[in-house]
């Protein structure tokens, strides 16, 4: 497969972080629709760590839990300014200390702004990596996927491995009816077994 990398659309670090959190439970499509005028207004974490949640709000109103991630986002921002210096910290236990930063989101920022090893673990990657067979049943929770994948791929491959696993998920393995006249994997796919509950 050619190199991949996340479809969000974005200038620097700090608006990747932005992006990413505005992504969670809503699709990327949407958040590149409304931050084009958002990044204008709040190019960087100085001039949103200025806003008040109000204002941000106006620019995110059309996401998934705009109030929430509207509150988040100035309170990241005025902390990776007051914390970091109005840099986006590099370490994962930083990011994690940042309002409205999740594993997932760490994850990504580690992988696809800093080239860490890293995994972020998704709805897609979840779905997918269980109904292939890359993890076991046990593993229920996106940690425990995320630590088994880790275990089998290669550190050079885990961030493009993400991207890889998240696109097959979107436009291949979807949740319902996934498209598998389409799908490189299906003559091995364990929903061919005997016995099997995927659909």
Known sequence: MPRVTTELEYGSVFQLLVAVI???QC?????NMITPALFERYPDAK???EAEPDEVLEYVRSVSY???KARHLVEMA???VTVYGGDVPQSFDDLLKLPGVGRKTANVIQAVAYGRSAIAVD???FR?????GLVPASCDTPL???RELLKNIPPDMAADAHHWLLLHGRYVCTSRAPHCDKCQFYTFCPKLLEGSKLS
């Open 47 to 49: 001039s949103m760590a």
């Open 128 to 132: 997918v990596s269980r109904r292939l």
């Open 144 to 146: 425990k996927v995320e």
């Open 27 to 31: 699709t990327d499509k949407r958040v």
């Open 123 to 125: 709805t897609h990657v």
């Open 22 to 24: 505005l992504s969670a």
């Open 78 to 80: 005025r902390m990776v």
């Open 66 to 68: 705009p109030n929430s």
